[in-house]
């Protein structure tokens, strides 16, 4: 059995970062960063936009140098997936039985892709997309004239579908709600992006449900609920993420969701933390517990978590953001705008620059730019302000937008 230390499961971004701010935080102990894959500490966004499409290669996903972990005497154990939790005993079991002691443990294990509960999702050719595995797999399936039906237009779905055109893919996207991106962005601006993906010639089958997954062995369609059946060589599966809590909740630590924080990430117990997908956190800005599952929110709350294991009493009150890329538009997203009452925009979406703010009660909850750069920054201020807003102000586009935010 080893010696009592910092034991961090799961070893993507969060937990990477959360090894790296222990040590230089002070940690003195013995740090074992403990994650399922077999894979260097990984970032995830490269895997539906560069890595997929081809311009980058797998490497430039990693969090650190391998030469990082030995120069900070980070034990990094791979391959190695945590079965087991015992709080009383302060146990982390792994897969074949060893067992790890700790002072103190971050949990920071992720989530896993929704499954749609319909038959042929266990085909050849449906693919979900979470892991790098996942991803250079799907790579070798987008081929130049390949039949692609993308289930789900969600962030990781309209990415893919970038990709797949990108690689010369017939591309289908089907989704039950109006638009695009409708659940986080509203039918607003969700419409911006079926205007989007329509001009790169994307079949839009949106306000269409998913009936089942067509073929023998190998996926040859889809099946839709008015009937049509659209051929597909491949499918992608993008309709979320479910938060992977099971090891704490095993354990006894309080769950919702995720696993239930306070605003320095401390989970029910006081010697365990949690940080990234799986904490559903008091936020002292918003007002409210949020789980956020984006790359901003791993990258910063993991610092957060490993700070405060080696000692630390940082507050986590960042405001949520992400950022995605797709075809040549670039776009940030801050806030947590659900629910909102009223949007507002600065420049006209169909000249594909332009900045939407969304309000709740005269406050400015949420904003998001498209093509528009170093305005994010004061999109958060005035989400911290809680401040009321003149509309006619962020919808002149001569507004400095240092000038959003009222004086005084």
């Known amino acids: 059995m080893a010696d009592d230390g910092l034991v961090i499961v799961g070893a993507g971004l969060a937990g990477a970062k959360a090894a790296e701010a222990a040590r230089s935080s002070g940690w003195e102990g013995a740090i074992r960063l403990v994650g399922a894959e077999a894979h260097l500490p990984y970032e995830r966004p490269p895997l539906s936009k560069g890595v997929l499409s081809g311009h980058d290669r797998p490497t430039v996903a990693a969090v650190h140098e391998s030469g990082f972990y030995v120069t900070n005497e980070i034990d990094l154990l791979i391959g190695a997936a945590a079965e087991a939790l015992d709080l009383q005993a302060r146990t982390v079991t792994l897969t074949g039985g060893r067992r790890l002691t700790f002072a103190k443990l971050v949990l920071a294990t992720g989530s896993t892709p929704r499954r749609l509960p319909v038959p042929g999702m266990d085909l050849d050719g449906v693919f979900t997309l979470r892991t ?221 620059e332009f900045v939407a703010f969304y309000l709740a009660g005269g406050l400015v909850v949420g904003g998001i730019n498209v093509n528009v750069w170093d305005v994010n920054e004061a999109v958060q201020a005035l989400i911290r302000s809680r401040t009321a807003v003149d509309t006619a102000v962020l919808a002149d586009p001569d507004t400095d937008p240092k000038a959003w935010l009222p004086a005084g």
């Open 132 to 352: 790098l595995d996942d991803s250079l797999a799907l790579r070798e399936e987008l081929r130049a004239g390949r039949r692609v039906c993308v289930v789900g237009a969600s962030w990781i779905g309209t990415e893919v579908a970038a990709a797949a055109r990108e690689r010369g893919c017939d591309v289908v996207m089907v989704d039950p709600l109006a638009t695009p991106l409708e659940r986080v962005l509203g039918a607003e601006v969700g419409g911006y992006f079926a205007v989007l993906h329509a001009d790169h010639s994307v079949d839009l089958r949106m306000g269409t449900g998913l009936e089942a997954i067509e073929g023998s062995d190998r996926v040859s369609g889809v099946r839709l609920d008015d009937g049509e059946v659209v051929d597909a060589d491949v499918v992608v599966v993008g309709v979320g993420v479910v938060a992977d809590i099971a090891l704490a909740e095993e354990a006894g630590l309080e769950t919702a969701s995720g696993v239930l924080v306070d605003s320095h990430l401390r989970t029910s117990h006081p010697d365990v933390y949690a940080a990234g997908d799986i904490a559903e956190a008091e936020h002292p800005v918003l007002g409210r517990r949020v789980r956020v599952e984006h790359w901003a929110n791993a990258l910063n709350q993991g610092r957060t978590a490993g700070t405060n294991a080696a000692g630390g009493s940082k507050v986590y009150d960042r405001i949520p953001y992400f950022f995605s890329d797709q075809y040549d538009a670039g776009m940030e997203y801050s806030g947590w705008p659900v629910p909102y009452d009223d949007v507002v925009f600065r420049g006209d979406p169909s000249d594909g």
